[in-house]
């Protein structure tokens, strides 16, 4: 079960950082995005050095010692890299920057005496777990303190800004904002009650294993729920994206035997989109919600186009009846037919008239877009009825 959810973890973090990417590649000047980008980045290459395989893998081509210490090193750029994101946002972006590079020389310091520490300290010493490690030695004492109260640091100013930001974030900005800070109380603390340990055990005195099992749990609980938060806007986001992107599909096919009709008698309202010389545009062109917008244009195109051989072929009725979507649905086949033989007679009579009393009985009779889109589907929900 713990193999299949980490698995999943990964997975999903590996997805956060692919999709992130491609955001950075459209928008390489985006510092917030970037920072993101690399405190994703960071992380997700932090999580193959915790395990077995790979720290034992680095270990052995770089020598004792440098899995932890390559994991650290990452775990102290992912809180660095989620400081920048709130500092790059700041209102004055440049004091931002500012900011950002002292805080660059602070981590710098921090990776320097974690990694002195690891060059000297005698083989072996530092490849076990936090639980599992002597503290008693003074590298491995200063390696965890060191790395842990920076971590403390990061995370509680990272708490700071976020909870501030959420206090004034609409939702659901604001619920993932709160489920973030959360998550990054939760981690501070966590880092915080392990400095403690760090100085008990140094002293050569035991921690009960229940307070040592409840600080993992912690974190085990805490770092999830900061993932949570921070993707919750975002997965909302793309499900309401993906719900318009499906109603969006359902409206164009529904307004497929309107368009159908109408563009096969006239044939130029249809808006061309294959000569754009670039491909992405072409690509972007081929999409639901363009084809389903264009779709709308065209089909009231040719109901301006056939409005004058409907009026032509009008012999009576009340406008009462003229205005039904099965009425009018049967005298589009009529008038599309009719247009289809190019009659000269009364049609084209009306035509070079400018017939208009009753040319808007086929163009939707109220204002508005979501009106227009509903009488369109009537019409067409009509000719699929009448087939």
């Not at 005698?122 to 076990?128: D, E």
């Not at 109220?366 to 589907?377: E, S």
Request: with cysteine; charged share 15%.
């Amino acid at each position: 079960m713990a193999v299949t959810v980490t698995v999943l973890f990964l997975v999903a973090l590996a997805g956060a950082v692919a999709w992130k990417l491609f955001q950075l590649y459209k928008d390489p000047g985006n510092a917030p995005l970037r920072a993101v980008t690399l405190c994703l980045v960071c992380a997700g290459s932090s999580y193959p050095l915790a395990m077995p395989g790979g720290a034992t893998g680095l270990d052995a081509v770089a020598g004792h010692g440098a899995a932890k210490l390559a994991q650290n090193v990452l775990l102290l750029a992912t809180c660095y890299f989620l400081m920048c994101f709130y500092m790059y946002s700041a209102a004055d972006g440049r004091a931002g920057h500012r900011r950002a590079r002292r805080e660059a020389m602070g981590l710098l310091l921090v990776i320097a005496v974690i990694t002195v520490v690891t060059i000297t300290a005698p083989r072996a010493v530092l490849n076990g777990s936090f639980s599992t490690a002597d503290m008693t030695v003074p590298h491995v004492a200063a390696f965890y303190l060191v790395a842990g109260l920076y971590l403390m640091y990061s995370l509680t100013a990272a708490f700071c800004w976020t909870q501030r930001y959420a206090r004034f974030s609409q939702r659901p900005l604001s619920t993932g904002l709160w489920l973030a800070a959360v998550g990054l109380a939760g981690m501070a603390a966590a880092c915080l009650i392990r400095a403690v340990f760090v100085v008990i055990r140094s002293q050569g005195s035991p921690v009960p294993s229940v307070l040592t099992v409840a600080t993992s749990l912690m974190l085990v609980m805490t770092v999830p729920l900061f993932v949570i938060g921070i993707t919750y806007p975002g997965v909302r986001t793309r499900i309401t994206a993906m719900r318009i992107w499906h109603q969006h599909r359902q409206l164009h096919r529904r307004l497929h035997p309107l368009w159908l009709l109408l563009t096969q008698a006239f044939p130029h309202t249809v808006l061309r989109t294959s000569d754009s010389v670039s491909w992405r545009d072409r690509w972007r062109a081929r999409g639901v919600h363009r084809r389903y917008h264009r779709r709308i244009i065209e089909c009231r195109d040719g109901l301006v186009q056939i409005s004058p051989y409907l009026a032509a072929l009008d012999h009576g009725g009340t406008a009462s009846d003229a205005t039904m979507p099965e009425r009018v649905a049967r005298r589009l086949r009529d008038a599309a037919h009719a247009c289809d033989r190019r009659n000269e007679g009364a049609v084209g009579a009306a035509w070079m008239a400018g017939v208009t009393p009753h040319a808007s009985l086929a163009m939707p009779q109220q204002r508005g877009r979501d009106a227009d889109l509903q009488q369109l589907l009537s019409l067409s929900d009509a000719l699929c009825a009448t087939t």
